[in-house]
Antibody
Framework: EVKVEESGGGLVQPGGSLRLSCAASGFTISGSYMTWVRRAPGKRLECVSYIYSSGSIYYADSVRGRFTVSRDNSNNTLHLQMNNLRDEDTAVYYC????????????????????WGQGTLVTVSS | DIQMTQSPSSLSASVGDIVTITCRASQSIRSYVNWYQQKPGKAPKLLIYAASTLQSGVPSRFTGSGSGTDFTLTIRSLQPEDFATYFCQQSYSTPQLTFGGGTKVEIK
């Protein structure tokens, strides 16, 4: 079965740090596109990081410079190191496998997320 | 960023109804739209990608349509297990993929 499972969420004070993990099974993360998506209370889903199979990483403006993604290929696990956390980082964080597929000749690839994990809650509060 | 405006934000329906959810993009995104379903406490699930292609294992009562700026997710003959929240997502501006605000489908 292809699946991902997040862990590492919790309560942290503003300015603090937390490290989330995403354990993958049924596929290898080293050759895959991956993503971290969050949903803050009352807000829509936000893609905070997009990891290309090449290893290049995109960060949303809201987290760039504070969040860092790394891959542990030996354990088939993706990590999200979150530093200098702010109240507005409070959210459920999801990990998902991303797909990059060309469906029509000479067209841009389509991208979608599947599967997703159930998410891990991060609460930033004093 | 490309904005995705999803409507309605919630709706009430009965088992057997036809439900239609729409997403409008702030610019043309051709067919670069995906649809997801999420139940409380569960992982989001991919239903449709590339506007109209049904993901493997998803019941055929789910259909997606549209191109350019206007997209629709239709659920024919709503089933009890379909009561959930549905999201659209644009993948035209990868890696800046953005989501609609969600539509909660509740039991009437």
């Amino acid at each position: 079965e292809v699946k991902v499972e997040e862990s590492g969420g919790g309560l942290v004070q503003p300015g603090g740090s937390l490290r989330l993990s995403c354990a993958a099974s049924g596929f290898t993360i080293s050759g895959s596109y991956m993503t971290w998506v969050r949903r803050a209370p009352g807000k829509r889903l936000e893609c905070v990081s997009y990891i290309y199979s090449s290893g290049s990483i995109y960060y949303a403006d809201s987290v760039r410079g504070r969040f860092t993604v790394s891959r542990d290929n030996s354990n088939n696990t993706l990590h999200l190191q979150m530093n200098n956390l702010r109240d507005e980082d409070t959210a459920v964080y999801y990990c998902a496998r991303a797909w990059d597929v060309v469906l029509e000749p000479a067209a841009k690839a389509h991208n979608w997320f599947d599967p997703w994990g159930q998410g891990t809650l991060v609460t930033v509060s004093s | 960023d490309i904005q995705m405006t999803q409507s309605p934000s919630s709706l009430s329906a009965s088992v057997g109804d036809i439900v239609t959810i729409t997403c409008r993009a702030s610019q043309s995104i051709r067919s670069y739209v995906n649809w997801y379903q999420q139940k409380p406490g569960k992982a989001p699930k991919l239903l449709i990608y590339a506007a109209s292609t049904l993901q493997s294992g998803v019941p055929s009562r789910f259909t997606g349509s549209g191109s350019g700026t206007d997209f629709t997710l239709t659920i024919r003959s709503l089933q009890p297990e379909d009561f959930a929240t549905y999201f659209c997502q644009q993948s035209y501006s990868t890696p800046q993929l953005t989501f609609g605000g969600g539509t909660k489908v509740e039991i009437k």
